[in-house]
């Protein structure tokens, strides 16, 4: 089994491997640029211990959405909400 995993390990890191002249020329194919968002919702653990999975990826989902169509603020600000 370990030897399994090691082989799966080898594969990703392989295929997930800079060469140096990629790094040198300073792009890479394929690459773009992403935004990455982070809430920390108060209660969310609890509620999805209360909720069938089912209702906890569509309250998921629905949050996503909102999150999606938010506006954002300008580059290095932050924005913090509650929702009640």
């Known amino acids: 089994m370990a030897d399994l995993l090691m082989a799966q390990y080898r594969r990703i890191f392989e ?4 060469s140096a002249a990629e790094r040198a020329a300073g792009s ?3 690459v ?3 935004a990455v968002a982070f809430a920390d919702m ?3 653990t ?6 069938p999975p089912e209702d906890l990826e569509g309250l ?4 996503a959405g909102v999150a999606r169509t938010s506006r954002p603020r300008p580059h ?3 924005r913090q909400s509650v929702m009640q």
């Open 15 to 18: 295929a997930e491997a800079i």
């Open 60 to 63: 998921a989902r629905q949050l």
């Open 46 to 51: 609890r509620l999805g211990e209360m909720l």
């Open 28 to 30: 890479l194919p394929g």
């Open 76 to 78: 290095g600000s932050s």
């Open 32 to 34: 773009r640029h992403v």
């Open 42 to 44: 108060v209660g969310f």
